[in-house]
């Protein structure tokens, strides 16, 4: 069953999203810019999650949520925010993938983000490897602390 194969992907990487939040040493690591590296580990979790619950929660599944792209890379917030919203974040995909047919996959996604269509099924693919691009950045950087 690919929507349910999708979500436990999805709830996997946010697991680990959260484990990777938790392990920095103290809150002020997360907001730490590294030389020639322009984006934060804290501000890539706050982009995980808002990317997550404006695509897959608000355009595929309905789900109230007004996205600010600029601010999950110019916020700072407390550790327990970042926790919070990957809480979000994974009840906005569960809520939304576990309503998912095999069908409503093959369905053009929503909206064309790419300038193209792209069905559903391609298009959740490719979120699952934009978080774990960004996952592979926080654990780099935290390890860099």
């Excluded at 699952?128 to 654990?139: A, M, T």
Aim: glycine share 6%.
């Amino acid at each position: 069953n690919m929507p349910a194969d999708l979500l436990a992907l999805f709830l996997r990487d946010l697991d680990r999203l959260q484990l990777e939040v938790l392990a920095f040493e103290s809150e002020d690591d997360l907001w730490n810019k590294k030389k020639g590296i322009s984006n934060t580990a804290g501000n890539l979790a706050l982009h995980i999650t808002g990317n997550l619950q404006h695509f897959i929660g608000h355009e595929l599944g309905k789900i109230n949520y007004q996205r600010n792209r600029e601010a999950e890379f110019n916020s700072r917030v407390a550790r327990s925010i970042l926790l919070s919203e990957i809480e979000n974040a994974k009840s906005s995909v569960s809520s939304t993938l576990k309503k998912l047919s095999t069908e409503d996959l093959k369905a053009n996604f929503p909206i064309e983000v790419f300038g193209h269509p792209m069905n559903t099924g391609q298009f959740l693919l490719h979120l699952s490897g934009h978080l774990n691009y960004h996952l592979g950045q926080i654990n780099y950087y935290r390890r860099l602390n």
